[in-house]
């Protein structure tokens, strides 16, 4: 459930839900298609656009301390990160011994576990993990943050992304892209988490939700406008990939694209949930698919990378195409993203029948 700062009542936003499964959708394309200008305009925005939504979602005044607050996320994002970990990890081992696949260590991916680095070629077995261990720290680090008043918190925030830009450039004395828990990408996540939390406290999630829906016509307008300024500039700032300490050739253009995103994902989000409501409808059954995505984007961000390397591999098999085909063609990825996103759900539907069994049992 969502607390919505405005009334103090806890209701879940279908939104929200909604705005994380778009963004999913990005990552997963992002991840499958490696070339062309829909590759640049994903990475242009959908990390970005989580850390904000998971700012928007963020409540301090739930947890007495650091120490109560450190001890939930522990337990919320943690744990489940070593536990995917270990399991993807073991996945990758036998699949690439089975398949015969060289590898230069079996050990060193799984020891990355601690390390827990999107980047220099760690977490061979499950990148997409990186984003768990980085929003800790960004969570952690806003903690502080959010208790200054709203300038000083903005000032800060702005100041921790001066840091992370200066991070991420070549240094000769070191090279901060190797700091464990992607640090240096943490520093720019805060820039979108804590401007999530103070557009939230501003615009609680009841008065954007009722705002967009009472105006929808120019709410459609602005998100369009949004979507297409994103269309445009998106592709222009060449390679953006958080993880890896790149953000494009413009860092204006960097924070322009992530809140151009943010805008759209946020508003077209609001739209779509008001089709909820119809018990009827062409969009009422993709809607309701993409808010229960959302609803489980750990899980999707978990799986959905073991599930890509084998549809990609089961397509080189069948069409005896190379990666370079399979992964730059809209001829072969799109069917490939479809048949991905069908695995990943039905992953993430066995795992919930699976985790109410136990829960049922008590065992969880």
């Not at 994380?20 to 970005?48: D, E, P, T």
């Not at 398949?99 to 990355?112: F, T």
């Not at 990609?312 to 370079?324: A, K, R």
């Amino acid at each position: 459930m969502y607390r919505d700062t405005h009334t103090n009542s806890t209701e879940r936003y279908e939104y929200i839900d909604i705005a994380k499964g778009l963004c999913m959708l990005a990552v997963v394309w992002g991840h499958l298609m490696l070339a062309g200008a829909s590759n640049r305009l994903a990475y242009a925005f959908h990390i970005q656009a989580f850390f904000f939504l998971s700012g928007m979602l963020f409540r301090q005044e739930k947890h007495k301390s650091l120490l109560c607050f450190a001890k939930h996320r522990a337990k919320t994002l943690l744990l489940p990160y070593a536990a995917f970990s270990l399991v993807t990890w073991t996945y990758w081992a036998l699949r690439c011994t089975l398949l015969h696949i060289e590898v230069r260590s079996y050990w060193k991916p799984l020891a990355q576990t601690v390390l827990a680095q999107g980047s220099a070629g760690f977490l061979v077995h499950n990148v997409a993990l990186w984003f768990v261990t980085c929003l800790f720290v960004v969570e952690t680090l806003y903690y502080f943050l959010c208790k200054l008043p709203p300038w000083a918190t903005a000032l800060m925030c702005a100041l921790c992304g001066g840091v992370g830009y200066w991070m991420v450039q070549p240094h000769s004395f070191f090279d901060f892209k190797l700091l464990p828990w992607s640090i240096e990408a943490a520093m720019t996540g805060v820039v979108f988490y804590g401007a999530g939390n103070l557009f939230v406290r501003k615009f609680p999630l009841s008065v954007l939700y009722t705002a967009v829906l009472r105006r929808k016509g120019i709410g459609a307008a602005l998100a369009g406008a949004a979507a297409v300024l994103l269309l445009l500039l998106g592709p222009g700032n060449g390679h953006v990939t958080i993880a890896q300490g790149s953000l494009g050739d413009c860092l204006f253009l960097f924070y322009l694209n992530g809140l151009l995103g943010v805008a759209a994902v946020l508003l077209f989000s609001v739209l779509l949930s008001d089709s909820l409501s119809l018990s009827q409808g062409i969009l009422t059954k993709p809607v309701a698919w993409l808010s229960w995505i959302g609803k489980n984007s750990f899980y999707a961000m978990a799986i959905h990378i073991p599930v890509m390397v084998d549809v990609v591999w089961i397509f080189s098999h069948f069409t005896q195409q190379g990666m370079d085909a399979l992964r730059t063609s809209w001829r072969f990825t799109f069917p490939e993203f479809l048949l991905i996103l069908l695995l990943t759900s039905l992953w993430i539907w066995a795992l919930g029948r699976a985790r109410r069994y136990f829960k049922s049992r008590r065992f969880l």
